[in-house]
Each structure stands twice: as C-alpha cells, then as structure tokens.
C-alpha cells in the first residue's frame, strides 16, 4: 500500500530524493513519516509531517539538510536530502498512522502501514 524510491548510492556532500507513494486517498487524512535503520541498529524517526503540512517533526541529525513534503491530491510524499553523510546510510522507510500527537511521532508504534524500504548508501 506504500511504495518507497528513490534510493541510491551517493558521495558526501551530495543529494537523494525519496518518494513515497500511497495505494488510497485515505492515507492524504494520515501522518507520513520517514525512518531509517542502520545496520545493527534500531529504526528511528527521520521526519515526520501531519496532513496540513505544517509543523514538520525533524530528527536533529537532519535538520537543515532534510526536507519532508506531501502532496496529499497525489497522495504521495517525499523527502529531499542534501548534503548527505557518510552516517545517513540505512534503509529508509516511508509509514503512516493515524496519530495527531506531535509527541508521539517519533514511535514506530504510531505508524500502522509501512512501505517496503529503500537504500540510501553515502559514500566518503
């Protein structure tokens, strides 16, 4: 029901764009988020964005270099990345849930619908 592109493999410095694309209008009603998950590691909150589009949630290892936007007509959602690092390789996953908690969105348990993963690999 969600269908995550847009990885690749990157040198530092450079930039990705990942999309995410929802089978049904319902989801346009949902919080979208992006996680990632590193190698031996947990999955953890990239960005987060409500259905106004206001207010994006960001983890602080991204902000100023990540940006999260939908387009809940197309019911798509995407997450421009800049200046990638070396440490943002991971598998990352685009999810949606009902929660209208700011708080809450950094829990994976917010989200009840993920898509399938995407690489983003930054090489030094």
């Known amino acids: 029901q969600l269908q995550a592109s847009g990885g690749g493999l990157v040198q530092a410095g450079g930039s990705l764009r990942l999309s995410c694309a929802a089978s049904?209008?319902?989801?346009?009603?949902?919080?979208m988020g992006w996680f990632r998950q590193a190698p031996g590691k947990e999955r953890i909150l990239v960005a987060a964005?409500?259905?106004?589009?206001?207010?994006?949630v960001y983890a602080d290892s991204v902000k100023g270099r990540f940006i999260i936007s939908r387009d809940n007509a197309k019911n798509t959602m995407s997450l421009q990345m800049d200046n990638l690092r070396p440490e943002d390789t991971a598998v990352y996953y685009c999810?949606?849930?009902?929660?209208?908690?700011?708080?809450?969105?950094?829990?994976?348990?917010?989200?009840?619908?993920w898509g399938q993963g995407t690489q983003v690999t930054v090489s030094s």
């Open positions: 964005l409500f259905r106004t589009g206001y207010s994006p």
């Open positions: 999810a949606v849930g009902p929660s209208v908690i700011r708080s809450t969105l950094a829990s994976q348990n917010a989200y009840r619908h």
């Open positions: 049904t209008p319902t989801f346009s009603r949902y919080v």
